[in-house]
């Protein structure tokens, strides 16, 4: 594994990084998304930079009317999430996990699968076929083990051809 590859951080979703991230919500709600990252490509980070000015902008246009609070709502509307990116972009590449997940025996798998979407514009496909490649269902206990949650989608993916 090369040192790009080696380069991110793991958040543990909570309601406070909801509160600060309300965007992440998107991804949240579906169960199915035990985690989620975002691309580290210069889009993503063209895309930060824009959410970015747009916070700035709009606060600073309805400070007039609305005070500092324009730029406080703007900021967790838009400001937040263009951080957030450009961090992801420039820093260091964000994995968010889902709290349940933080101690499933799968949560190596699932990080992998996140540092290849990091990483490249690989689809779930491509990823999937990587990852069975190192991960076999019959090796991590997929069919032996009652402790999987009910909304897992791993040992699916794992047993499907």
């Not at 958040?11 to 975002?38: D, E, M, R, T």
Request: net charge positive; glycine share 6%; charged share 20%.
């Amino acid at each position: 594994m090369s040192k790009e590859e080696r380069t991110y951080k793991v958040i543990i979703i909570n309601p406070i990084v909801l509160i600060l991230i309300p965007q992440l919500l998107i991804h949240y709600v579906n169960k199915q998304n035990l985690a989620f990252s975002f691309n580290r490509d210069n889009v993503v980070g063209l895309l930060g930079a824009i959410f970015i000015g747009m916070w700035i902008t709009l606060g600073t246009l309805l400070m007039k009317y609305f005070g500092v609070i324009s730029f406080v709502l703007f900021f967790f509307l838009i400001g937040s999430m263009g951080i957030t990116l450009l961090i992801n972009r420039f820093i260091v590449g964000l994995i968010f996990i889902r709290k349940e997940c933080q101690r499933c025996k799968f949560k190596k798998l699932i990080i992998d699968h996140e540092v290849i979407h990091l990483n490249s514009n690989a689809t779930e496909k491509e990823v999937w076929k990587t990852l069975k490649k190192v991960y076999k269902a019959e090796n991590i206990g997929v069919y032996n083990d009652g402790n999987i949650c009910d909304f897992c989608p791993i040992p699916s993916r794992l047993v499907e051809e």
